[in-house]
């Protein structure tokens, strides 16, 4: 069973330009989220998706940040106009969904490094 | 606001020795828990979780313990190996909400 695959694992980028996280859940769950953590700290929720559904978007920055997470295909996490603060490591999770009710316990994928120069 | 945190940012164990780390909450509302364990350039990886109703949980070498009174989890890992050097890490969830909060970390390092 694979677990909760995320890509690229590495990701460099200049202030200005656009980065893409993919994430593809552990197959059979159809939640996701993603946290984003700065060196030496916990992580910090971002957003909380089903499929086509932004369920909770709270922790999300209001601007430059967005995510989906279509039908077909893995859930994307998409950072507009990079600045350095945005360098961190952001990680996906995901939770089943058991005959229709979503179990708490999150799986987390291996992450990707993200570094604005 | 909510907020979860650690008492000790690193704690050093003789390997064979039991290890606990702990972790205090603040949210009254919180109603599940979580542990992992995250090893340098990996993601967290679970360990043990507890929901609010228990007040304690054992699995292969790991008990946690929650005492809702005083907010307070902990991590016991029997006869700590090498292989348990990383950072671990506790969460929580509010009822009613998926998003967990996670507290600051705590380091263990395991001396041969």
């Known amino acids: 069973n694979a677990g909760v695959m995320q890509n690229p694992r590495h990701l460099v980028r200049r202030r200005g330009q656009e980065a893409r996280l993919r994430c593809s859940p552990m197959?059979?769950?159809?939640?996701v989220y993603w946290y984003r953590q700065l060196p030496e700290e916990g992580l910090k929720f971002m957003v909380y998706?089903?499929?086509?559904?932004?369920?909770?978007e709270s922790g999300m920055p209001k601007e430059r940040f967005s995510a989906e997470f279509p039908k077909e295909g893995p859930s994307i996490l998409r950072i507009q106009q990079v600045v350095r603060g945005d360098s961190a490591a952001y990680f996906c999770?995901?939770?089943?969904?058991?005959?229709?009710?979503?179990?708490?316990?999150?799986?987390f994928g291996p992450g990707t490094r993200l570094t604005v120069l | 606001g909510e907020s979860v945190g650690l008492h000790l940012p690193t704690l050093s164990v003789q390997e064979g020795d039991n290890s606990i780390i702990n972790c205090a909450y603040s949210?009254?509302?919180?109603?599940?828990f979580i542990w992992y364990k995250q090893e340098s350039g990996k993601g967290p990886q679970f360990i043990i979780d507890?929901?609010?109703?228990?007040d304690k949980r054992q699995g292969q070498r790991v008990t946690v313990l929650l005492n809702k009174t005083v907010k307070h989890l902990s991590l016991q890992i029997a006869a700590t190996q090498p292989g348990d050097s990383a950072v671990y890490f506790c969460?929580?969830?509010?009822?009613?909400?998926?998003?967990?909060?996670f507290g600051s970390g705590t380091r263990l390092q395991v001396q041969p």
């Open positions: 999770a995901s939770s089943p969904n058991l005959r229709g009710i979503s179990t708490d316990t999150q799986y």
């Open positions: 197959k059979g769950h159809s939640h």
């Open positions: 998706l089903q499929k086509e559904n932004i369920i909770d």
């Open positions: 949210n009254s509302a919180s109603d599940y």
């Open positions: 507890i929901r609010s109703n228990m």
């Open positions: 969460a929580e969830k509010g009822a009613g909400r998926r998003a967990l909060t």
